[in-house]
């Protein structure tokens, strides 16, 4: 079979873009991706890289309730982004409480995969609100919650990558804005709908100039990783609707998380449970429901505020 030629600056950056689409991936949309819960479609709205959708998520962070470390470190990330990308918004069907817990512990999804052997990317909580996280390939790093309420997170990341897809080691930061809303359908199923804002900076300047080269690329990427993340977590929840004893099984196999997060995962999965079958004999006329919308099982994250 004829070999085909490739050119060698064609080579170089097809390896630049799988390299910074990994680095991208591991350091702004891997960590938020795995925050989200239920059957995702999109609203029909597009990626937008805009000046106008940039300084609008500016806008929308709360700096004057951030910590003072907290608030350098955003303000940082977003002076010296070299890439500003909002994903397309995101409509799902979940339980707005397993969404949230999914959200503030992505621990327990990281070490799900480990336990399906799906990834050998590894999440440890460090701090009530801080996790180191290592992709297995050469990025490591840590990513902390600098804001938390139901509607709105900021996270910021930051981190390296040190292996043989490029010679130096390569360090990059990230700032993430998620905005959430809760609603009823017209069935009563609780659905979420999330918008996410992401600014990425990235030290080296050769890694700089192949981030806007490629940046397509990368965010394609990106949206692939946030749809399949989300499919995943799509069956916990719904398996949690029918099936709650066996996520409690799975709860208590987790061997990278606390025994208070193993606890409070199964208590989250036994709420979902619950609340699916009042709907059920409300639906039949049996029973006055007895959960609003928006009301929460799960004890307040200590972050929010």
């Not at 061997?255 to 004999?281: D, H, M, N």
Request: aromatic fraction near 8%.
């Amino acid at each position: 079979m004829e070999q085909r030629h490739i050119p060698r600056w064609a080579a170089a950056r097809e390896r630049g873009a799988a390299r910074h689409s990994r680095i991208a991936q591991v350091l702004t949309f891997g960590f938020i991706a795995l925050c989200a819960g239920g059957a995702w479609a999109s609203d029909g709205s597009k990626a937008n890289t805009s000046r106008a959708a940039r300084d609008e998520a500016i806008r929308a962070i709360p700096f004057d309730r951030l910590p003072k470390e907290a608030r350098q470190k955003a303000q940082r990330a977003i002076e010296q982004a070299s890439l500003f990308r909002r994903l397309p918004t995101q409509t799902i069907d979940c339980d707005s409480d397993l969404y949230l817990f999914l959200l503030r512990h992505p621990d327990v999804v990281v070490n799900m995969w480990q336990l399906l052997g799906i990834s050998r990317m590894t999440l440890d909580r460090v701090e009530d609100d801080r996790f180191s996280v290592a992709d297995g390939e050469g990025t490591k790093g840590h990513m902390e919650y600098l804001y938390s309420t139901p509607e709105l997170h900021v996270i910021y990341s930051e981190g390296t990558y040190d292996g043989p897809l490029y010679a130096r080691t390569v360090r990059g930061r990230c700032l993430m804005l998620l905005r959430t809303a809760y609603r009823r359908d017209g069935n009563g199923r609780q659905v979420v709908t999330s918008q996410l804002d992401t600014f990425l900076a990235v030290d080296n300047l050769g890694v700089e100039i192949l981030a806007r080269t490629f940046q397509p690329i990368v965010g394609k990427a990106a949206d692939h990783n946030f749809a399949e993340t989300a499919t995943f977590i799509s069956k916990v929840s719904r398996t949690a609707e029918v099936n709650e004893r066996g996520v409690a099984r799975l709860a208590g196999k987790l061997t990278r998380c606390s025994e208070l997060t193993r606890g409070a995962f199964a208590q989250a999965a036994a709420a979902v449970a619950e609340k699916t079958a009042v709907s059920e004999i409300y639906a039949e006329g049996r029973l006055k429901p007895q959960l609003a919308t928006g009301q929460s099982l799960i004890p307040a994250h200590p972050a929010e505020r």
